[in-house]
């Protein structure tokens, strides 16, 4: 049966620098956004404010979204993915709570197109999509009569 794996990520732009997490992947370290799995009983936007939360301290949820990719991994994995982005008014200090995070930085976008250390090329897609502008409203993706959020219930049409 087929099942993709729903994952979530977040842009974190804050003075022209982007926040990357740094984790180790087979022995090498590597950048991502602050990304992460659905669970079972939370909505994306959820999953992406844990998400953050855990990977960076920091508490915030994301303000748009800006893409949905549909991706396969080299090792034929598929992933559904789902990327937010939260613009700051200035760099903040981050604490990973997550033991899999080693570090946090802020880098340039130039930095992160040229790295050749991303855990996924979603990684660079990702800020060339926010460097393109559009953005997307979080209504975009509502829960539906979801039952574990304060999220609207509604009714027959």
């Known amino acids: ?11 974190v732009q804050a003075q022209g620098h982007f926040l990357v997490v740094e984790e180790r992947i087979h022995g090498l370290l590597t950048w991502n956004q602050p990304a992460g799995h659905l669970e079972a009983d939370e909505t994306l936007v959820q999953a992406a404010t844990r998400e953050l939360y855990e990977e960076t301290g920091i508490d915030a949820e994301p303000q748009y ?10 090792d034929n994995t598929p992933f559904i993915r789902f990327l937010f982005c939260l613009d700051l008014a200035e ?3 981050t604490d990973p709570q997550d033991s899999d995070i080693e570090s946090c930085r ?10 050749q250390h991303l855990r996924s090329p979603l ?10 502008g559009e953005r997307l409203p979080l209504a975009l993706i509502a829960p ?12 027959p049409c």
């Not at 660079?124 to 460097?131: D, G, K, L, P, T």
């Open 1 to 11: 049966m087929f099942k993709p794996h729903v994952t979530v990520a977040c842009v």
């Open 65 to 74: 979204l800006l893409r949905i990719h549909q991706w396969i991994a080299p």
């Open 91 to 93: 760099c903040v200090a």
């Open 106 to 115: 802020w880098v340039t976008a130039d930095q992160i197109l040229q790295a």
């Open 123 to 132: 990684v660079a897609e990702s800020i060339r999509v926010y460097q393109h």
């Open 144 to 155: 539906f009569n979801w039952p574990f959020s304060d999220a609207p219930v509604s009714g």
